[in-house]
């Protein structure tokens, strides 16, 4: 049994997302087409004799509980009641904050990696109920692919048959204060353009154009308004040959549909040329595991 392993912990972006509706609790109802992508994490296990030790290069990473990963170690010890600990060495090529989901990937991807790491499977219930507990984003990771998301985004249903297709992400490397963009979002303005049943089909089908067409994100209009240099870099992105573009999540990260690898390659060159200051990345959708 190997004292250390190495994982990949993916990102993930959103190619539908509606706000249906505040709840009591505070949190918001939507449905969301979640995407997982090819850009990832490289996350590092290694057993210690006790304790949690996040280790990283990356400054703008918690080291204590307030790093999602951090939690899940110390939720998979309480739920498996192994007396060891672990040290996490988290390789980041996920921008932070980003509206890609990364930090959510790494919970789900270190419980999953204790499970292996310690050869103790917890049951499938209680990995959910723990990832649940973590964050809205943390369940999909679990099982990533592509899947239809609903309440806060934590009911899944997986989404089968999907078509690869590539993408060029654009982050301008500000940060974007999720609390903030939903509280100012105003849900009595008239719902959006997209369609999520056409969404739902041109991804199974490879419709690439209908697909583009039919990308919603209700957290969009909010964050570009905010944030204005985000207005031509969406518009960029078309100019450049994506075919369609949109704010992942609550931002700031942008994506743009690429019809093939190498015009995504392209896009990403015009976009450095004109927005030097922004980190850029190539990358594939992920359609299963």
Same mark, same amino acid.
């Given at each position: 049994?190997?004292?250390?392993?190495?994982?990949?912990?993916?990102?993930?972006?959103?190619?539908?997302?509606?706000?249906?509706?505040?709840?009591?609790?505070?949190?918001?109802?939507?449905?969301?087409?979640?995407?997982?992508?090819?850009?990832? +994490?490289?996350?590092?296990?290694? *057993?210690?004799?006790?304790?949690?030790?996040? $280790?990283?290069? @990356? %400054?703008?990473?918690?080291?204590?509980?307030?790093?999602?990963?951090?939690?899940?170690?110390?939720?998979?010890?309480?739920?498996?009641?192994?007396?060891?600990g672990v040290r996490i060495r988290i390789q980041k090529n996920i921008p932070v904050a980003a509206g890609l989901g990364g930090g959510s990937s790494n919970a789900a991807w270190t419980l999953q990696g204790l499970e292996r790491l310690f050869q103790?499977?917890?049951?499938?219930?209680?990995?959910?109920?723990?990832?649940?507990?973590?964050?809205?984003?943390?369940?999909?990771?679990?099982?990533?692919?592509?899947?239809?998301?609903?309440?806060?985004? +934590?009911?899944?249903?997986?989404? *089968?048959?999907?078509?690869?297709?590539?993408? $060029?992400?654009? @982050? %301008?490397?500000?940060?974007?204060?999720?609390?903030?963009?939903y509280g100012k979002l105003n849900l009595t303005l008239t719902q959006g353009a997209g369609d999520l049943k056409i969404v739902l089909g041109a991804l199974k089908e490879g419709r690439l154009g209908d697909l583009a067409s039919n990308l919603l994100n209700r957290l969009e209009d909010v964050v570009l308004k905010k944030f204005p240099p985000l207005v031509s870099m969406k518009e960029m992105l078309r100019r450049a040959g994506a075919v369609g573009s949109l704010l992942s999540g609550s931002g700031p990260t942008l994506f743009g549909l690429a019809p093939s690898q190498t015009s995504a390659c392209e896009i990403r060159k015009i976009i450095q040329s004109e927005f030097p200051e922004c980190w850029t990345c190539v990358c594939e959708t992920r359609v299963g595991r």
């Open positions: 049994m190997s004292d250390s392993i190495a994982i990949l912990s993916p990102a993930k972006v959103n190619l539908y997302l509606e706000v249906l509706r505040k709840r009591e609790d505070g949190y918001h109802d939507i449905e969301t087409v979640f995407q997982e992508i090819t850009l990832a +994490d490289e996350i590092f296990l290694e *057993k210690i004799s006790s304790g949690i030790e996040i $280790v990283s290069e @990356n %400054p703008d990473i918690p080291r204590g509980p307030s790093n999602l990963a951090f939690s899940a170690a110390q939720a998979f010890f309480e739920a498996s009641k192994i007396k060891k103790m499977r917890l049951p499938p219930e209680k990995s959910f109920q723990i990832a649940q507990s973590l964050g809205a984003d943390v369940p999909f990771f679990l099982t990533g692919g592509t899947a239809l998301g609903r309440g806060i985004g +934590d009911i899944l249903e997986e989404v *089968k048959g999907v078509k690869p297709f590539s993408l $060029v992400l654009v @982050n %301008p490397r500000f940060k974007v204060p999720t609390p903030e963009v």
